[in-house]
């Protein structure tokens, strides 16, 4: 696609539901970056994908967060039993090349419009 | 860890005015910087990418210059409008781990 396409782009969840967001990358992207982004800060990592891999998830906060992307290209953030502290705005991020690399493209992130995430 | 300070948090010009937003950063080990734009309840636009061996970008009506080794990074820009209003986000990507490090940001209101 031309850009990177997030959705829910709002959710409203009880305290204790699960929620799934989802990412389309830029189309033929490698990289791929979640980060959540709290009212009023800058944002922060979450996990990091190459291709199928997940090769960096030390942002997660707990172990209720989970993220997945099976086949390289659409990924999905799962929010198991949401707390109040879970309300932010979650951003996907795609990258044309391997972070690190020297080809055109790399380490340029492309933003999506986020999905904001309120838990009553 | 890297630390990314952005001074002001806000600013308030009229039309008009040349814009300053200033950005700091503790460790200078950086692959690029680069400056977003978000406005209200959106997601982030790339509007500059300075990579560590260049000294400044220029866009348009805006500049940003990066000084690597006294950790700063500075975007100007010239002669405001009611249209730049919205917060600016300085962010950095290091070179160990190519992770994004992101300031909080400078939310300017331009005023007619």
């Known amino acids: 696609g031309a850009g990177v396409s997030q959705s829910p782009r709002y959710k409203v969840a009880k305290r204790g539901q699960d929620v799934a967001l989802r990412c389309d990358p830029i189309?033929?992207?490698?990289?791929l970056f979640w980060y959540q982004q709290a009212l009023g800060q800058g944002p922060e990592f979450l996990t990091y994908?190459?291709?199928?891999?997940?090769?960096?998830k030390s942002g997660l906060p707990s172990d209720r967060f989970f993220a997945e992307r099976p086949e390289g290209s659409v990924s999905t953030l799962k929010i198991q039993r949401t707390q109040q502290e879970d309300s932010a705005v979650y951003l996907c991020?795609?990258?044309?090349?391997?972070?690190?690399?020297?080809?055109?493209?790399?380490?340029?992130?492309?933003f999506g419009a986020g999905s904001r995430l309120t838990v009553l | 860890k890297q630390e990314v300070t952005q001074i002001p948090a806000a600013l308030s010009v009229p039309e008009g005015e040349n814009l300053v937003l200033n950005c700091s950063f503790t460790?200078?080990?950086?692959?690029?910087l680069q400056w977003f734009r978000q406005d209200p309840g959106k997601g982030l636009t790339s509007l500059l990418l300075?990579?560590?061996?260049?000294r400044e970008q220029t866009s348009g009506r805006l500049n940003a210059s990066l000084d690597k080794s006294s950790g700063r990074s500075t975007l100007y820009i010239a002669a405001s409008q009611p249209g730049d209003s919205a917060t600016y986000l300085c962010?950095?990507?290091?070179?160990?781990?190519?992770?994004?490090?992101f300031g909080a940001g400078t939310t300017v209101t331009v005023r007619a």
């Open positions: 991020a795609s990258s044309l090349a391997f972070l690190g690399g020297s080809g055109s493209g790399a380490n340029v992130l492309t």
């Open positions: 189309s033929g992207h490698v990289s």
């Open positions: 994908f190459q291709n199928e891999a997940q090769l960096d």
């Open positions: 460790d200078s080990a950086i692959y690029n």
């Open positions: 300075i990579q560590s061996s260049q």
């Open positions: 962010a950095a990507l290091r070179s160990n781990d190519y992770k994004l490090s």
